[in-house]
Each structure stands twice: as C-alpha cells, then as structure tokens.
C-alpha cells in the first residue's frame, strides 16, 4: 500500500511559478508509476502529468506540456511538479496518484486507473 501527502500549493500571480512535492510512503514507491491530476470547482479531475516507475518516460496533457515539469526521486519517495508560467485557468485542486502501470486511451490518463491517491493541495492563480 501507498500513502500520499501532496505539498507546495499556495497563492501565486499569473505568469508565476510553483512546484509541488509528494511524498510517498511504503517501500515499493519505485514500482508505481505517478501521476497528478487536478480538479476545478465544478469540473470534473482532468490529467495533468504522468511518470513511469522509472522516471525514464513523461507524459503531459496539452493544456501544460512546455509549462509543467513532473519529476521523481525514488531514494526520495517523491515525485514533483514543477509549474511555470501559470495561468488563472490552472487554479485548483492538484492531486497526486500511483497506478502500478501508465494505461493510456481514448487520448489521456483517466483517474480510475490510478489504485491511491493523496488529500490534494490548493493551487490559485491570480490575474
């Protein structure tokens, strides 16, 4: 089992940066690959960003590729996201998520796929 604990979120003007951390408990981090995942007020949770186990593969929703950056350190535990450039649009709830394996279709990463999950942490982005 995996137990999730998101960091980082806070208040930032547009055109700011931000990075979040999740830091994973349990020894088998590194068999999972990692996700993050948002979630606006009435929206429904979209795919942000994915890594495999190894770190050797990124995957990235249009809406953030050249902007987000997800990494992870696996003597760590954790997996980042780091933000750049930042929008008014990406305000919301930023999850992180391990799935023992990146399934990809219909065009994304679908959060029923994803096996745990962490509490989320808020992310506001000022005009």
């Known amino acids: 089992q995996v137990q999730l604990v998101e960091s980082g979120g806070g208040l930032v003007q547009a055109g700011g940066s931000l990075r979040l951390s999740c830091a994973a408990s349990g020894r088998t981090f590194s068999s999972y690959a990692m996700g993050w995942f948002r979630q606006a007020p009435g929206k429904e949770r979209e795919f942000v960003a994915a890594i495999s186990w190894s770190g050797g593969s990124t995957y990235y929703a249009d809406s953030v590729k050249g902007r987000f950056t997800i990494s992870r350190d696996n003597a760590k535990n954790t997996v980042y996201l780091q933000m750049n450039s930042l929008k008014p649009e990406d305000t919301a709830v930023y999850y992180c998520?391990?799935?023992?394996?990146?399934?990809?279709?219909?065009?994304?990463?679908?959060?029923?796929?994803?096996?745990?999950w962490g509490q989320g942490t808020q992310v506001t982005v000022s005009s």
């Open positions: 998520a391990a799935a023992p394996v990146l399934t990809y279709y219909s065009g994304s990463y679908y959060p029923t796929d994803f096996d745990y």
